[in-house]
């Protein structure tokens, strides 16, 4: 049998359709998440109907529910988030049943675990979908989709010229798998001049090509991705502030087999070579700090320790003979079996060294274990306040402290309760220590946080609250499973240093 449809009635079928699927489309139910005793929206709280469909919240701490089968109903939601706890019910269930009906809302209540406060995300695709979706207020410019960005690795970064720049790994984009991985790059307003207040979220202005996606800005000769570190803005002697990193080139496998200086042009909003430099050598590692030592002025790069230093001039950030290492080891044929130097009291001479050989957590734990440093000779160790256990740090970020008046370290613990993904906090009175003990400010259940950084330009009530991000991934884990929308992308945290959890009152 043949159906003969005319222009007319198609015509009618058609509008007989989107009648019915318009008709099937509901107002969101909003849930709202909160922190019981900040009241502030959580970012990042899974929420799991007994179907197994999950819902995150966004960086205001919101769900826009608009599963349409489960309207009218009784609907369980099965309640987690890192470092924090919903309340389990008396089948050892977290979570809680809410009637849904289109257009109405429910707050739930966590208790926060974790020292520090989760805020928001700082990069990726809807940071704030929904709360767009429920027709709430936004504190970001593009709270949906920024520049295409929608996951970043380790961010570097620094103020010049009056503006935050900002410098990010890998990054993916909509329209491929692979995506930029040559150092895309943003701006953004210091709080002091017409940023937003860092509680509420930064606005980035990207770098961008032609078609308004983010752009490379570091795109050095050499197959494999460009990494950048050591992002310093520094003035010539004609008073112009310039601004410079240190970059290498990597292969899949993640060996470097090109290093270099490289310099920042704001006219071409990229990065141009200055210098191609030896593989081996002394070449700093982490985030740069300033600090005057005996009236000369210092860049010291601080790994979560700051293991080598050069002067704060151009010529000297530039010649790589000029950079020191604090260290009391003797330069060896064999790097991870050195001699330690030592005083006439047997104790080691630790002191800054050009061409010295720099310590890091690895030679640390092995010099340690080949008996030529005791533990309490190794500057370079945090412990765990409450059990006295040695803490293996592997990244973070150093700054002084108003509040504290002491310089206070975030520190990245490996292999801690999951591989990548504590977060310490430790200080002391000068930057090479002796450092405290350090205590444990941020948890996560089997998924990476790493490479976090401090952002002292974001203190608040004189240095009380600091902020600091990391890279937030299943990477480096055991976990097949991406968190949608935060996987590979940047978190930022605020620490209360008044929070007595801390037990910093005796140390003040």
Known sequence: MRFLFTASAITLLMASIVSTTASQAVEPFKIRVVDDVSGRGVPLVELTTVNNVR??????????????????QPVFFHVKSHGYEYPADK???????IKIVAGGQATLKLKRINIAERVYRMTGGGIYRDSVML??????????????????????????QGRLHWFWGDTNLPKYPLGIFDVPGATSALPSDGGLDPAQGVNLEYFVDAEGYAKKTCAMEGKGPTWIDGV???????????????????????????????????????????????????????????????????????????????????DAYLDPAQYEAYTCLEASDDPKSPNVIRGEDGRPEYAWRQGGLPFNQTLSKALIEQGKLTDDESI????????????????????????????VMIALETWGTTLLGEIWYAEAE?????????????????YSFYNPKQHPYFDQDGGRFIYFEGTYTHTFTNNPDQTPRYDYNQIMYRLDLADERLGLDAQK
């Open 91 to 97: 089948f050892g269930y977290h979570g809680r049943t």
């Open 380 to 407: 370079f160790l945090l412990h765990d306040h409450d059990s006295g256990d040695a803490l293996r740090a592997h990244g973070g970020s150093l700054a002084w402290n108003e509040y504290r008046q002491r310089w």
């Open 55 to 72: 819902f995150v919240t966004d960086s205001a701490g919101l769900v826009a529910f608009d599963d349409a089968s489960l309207m009218d």
């Open 430 to 446: 000068t930057p090479v220590g002796p450092w405290s003990d350090a205590v444990k400010i941020v948890t996560h259940d089997n």
């Open 232 to 314: 310093t803005a520094l003035t010539d002697d004609a008073g112009h502030e310039r601004l410079f990193a240190h970059y290498v080139k990597v292969t899949q496998s993640m060996v470097t087999h090109a290093r270099g200086i490289c310099e920042f042009d704001p006219a071409s909003q990229a990065f141009t070579q200055v210098k191609l430099l030896e593989l081996e050598g002394l070449h700093p590692t982490g985030h740069p700090v300033r600090v005057v030592d005996n009236g000369i002025e210092y860049v010291y790069f601080a790994h979560p320790f700051p293991y080598t230093r050069v002067r704060a001039t151009i």
């Open 135 to 160: 027709d709430e207020p936004v504190p970001i410019e593009k709270p949906l989709l920024n520049a295409g960005v929608l996951g970043s690795d380790s961010v570097v970064n620094a103020v010049f």
